[in-house]
Nanobody, 115 residues
């Protein structure tokens, strides 16, 4: 069974940066697109970014120009570089396949941006 482990969250001031990581167990990673999602308290989980097998990427409008998603197939790891963070980026960040999440959700990683 595929396991997803997110890490790299923390507390940062507005305008700061964080880099998240998502490690995918098993050998499926290089064969699938992956996505980042986030969920703020009292809201539904929302899509943030996708990286395809060929490393092309897509972003939600609210993170375009600030977040960059990359992948390292040798390490079964996807990253999310988050720059110019805003208080509204505060959420638990998760990874999974895009469009239709296929794997069991991981525990996520908390990102808190103070104003």
């Amino acid at each position: 069974q595929v396991q997803l482990v997110e890490s790299g969250g923390g507390l940062v001031q507005a305008g700061g940066s964080l880099k998240l990581a998502c490690v995918v167990s098993g050998s499926i990673f290089r064969f699938t697109a992956m996505g980042w999602y986030r969920q703020a308290p009292g809201t539904q989980r929302e899509w943030v970014a996708t990286i395809n097998r060929d490393s092309t990427a897509g972003y939600a409008d609210f993170v375009k120009g600030r977040f960059t998603v990359t992948r390292d197939n040798a390490e079964n790891t996807m990253y999310l570089q988050m720059n110019n963070l805003k208080p509204e980026d505060t959420a638990v960040y998760y990874c999974n396949t895009p469009r239709v999440p296929e794997f069991r959700w991981g525990q996520g990683t908390q990102v808190t941006v103070s104003s």
